[in-house]
């Protein structure tokens, strides 16, 4: 290690913070931090690269996204700055908190105590989606809430795109018997079978791929927090494995994307039963009819 590393600096509109977010973490950044905001409807960015990243490579990714929403592409600033313990620090930031009615989130290295009327979830992300903090997570645990007490006994629960795997521990700890969860990304499978181990004594079965791995007419409940696009690209997917009568709750889409995912459901005959928002996000609790 140098000693030394890479940090950028962008200014970003509150609105497109997530995708930029997004970008830059497929670009390999080691560690984003929100940090002072100049005005409330900005958010600084500084992003750590521990290998050093080139201009020419951020732009591309970056301005289009400024572009697509009118704005002209935003001034980059590039420095070098010591080493940081990103994960010590980071490890400072992530404590305890009270997630949707039922649960409380506690990471794995606090000595939390989980308050007698909620479900613990012990979590460590690593570098997996799913600390809990995000909107979207919490959307699909408040609709999970309302629906699990529907899915028979016996039937099946299929986490999509499990991440952390808090989805899946969630359900579980909800009274839900079978639960999988699964991810295209291998990292986030071994990520969710260790907080699987952390949280239940019951295994979990995890595999690294997508719903085209699932049996048709197999699934109870699906719980999809993906994003708008990849909900769209593997609907097809989800309509064959899903059982009849079963329920899909998907979310992680914008406010303004949601008439395109609504369009997509009914259109196949499906019916929404729930729709709820919370700040730029929705999540819908959707139903596949029996005969189709
Ligand atoms: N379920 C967690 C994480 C959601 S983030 C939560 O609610 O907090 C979305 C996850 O879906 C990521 O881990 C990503 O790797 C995964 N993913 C994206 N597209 C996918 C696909 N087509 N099939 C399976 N997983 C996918």
Redesign the pocket.
């Known amino acids: 290690m140098s000693g030394s590393c890479q940090q950028l600096t962008i200014d970003v509109p509150e609105e497109l913070k997530d995708a930029i977010i997004g970008e830059l973490s497929e670009l390999g950044a080691d560690g984003i931090w929100e940090s002072g905001e100049p005005d409330p409807t900005v958010t600084r960015l500084e992003i750590y690269f521990n290998t050093p990243v080139r201009l020419e490579d951020v732009e591309p990714r970056i301005g289009p996204i400024f572009l697509r929403a009118n704005l002209s592409p935003p001034r980059i600033v590039i420095g070098t700055v010591a080493d940081r313990d990103w994960l010590g620090e980071w490890k400072k930031s992530y404590v305890s908190f009270p997630l949707a009615r039922r649960f409380y989130v506690i990471p794995s290295w606090s000595e939390s105590v989980c308050p007698p009327d909620r479900l613990p979830i012990r979590i460590d992300p690593g570098q997996?989606?799913?600390?809990?903090t995000?909107e979207?997570?919490q959307l699909?645990?408040e609709c999970l809430e309302d629906c699990a007490g529907d899915v028979n006994p016996s039937g099946l629960v299929v986490?999509?795109?499990?991440?952390?795997?808090?989805?899946?521990i969630a359900a579980r700890l909800l009274g839900c018997k079978r639960v999988i969860g699964?991810?295209?990304?291998p990292d986030?499978t071994r990520v969710a079978a260790e907080n699987g181990e952390r949280n239940t004594d019951h295994f979990i079965p995890l595999y690294c791929?997508?719903?085209d791995a699932m049996r048709s007419e197999s699934v109870d409940l699906l719980?999809c927090?993906?994003?708008a696009d990849?909900i769209a690209?593997?609907f097809a997917e989800i309509q064959r494995a899903l059982k009849p009568g079963g329920s899909v709750i998907f979310?992680?889409i914008l406010v303004e994307q949601r008439d395109s995912i609504r369009g997509i459901v009914t259109r196949s005959g499906w019916t929404v039963e729930d729709d709820r928002t919370r700040g730029e996000w929705i999540a819908i609790v959707v139903r596949k009819p029996y005969g189709h």
Do not use: P
């Open positions: 997996a989606f799913g600390t809990g995000h979207t997570t699909t645990l986490d999509l795109g499990t991440g952390s795997g808090i989805l899946a699964c991810d295209n990304d986030s791929g997508s719903i719980l927090n993906l994003t990849v690209q593997v979310s992680g």
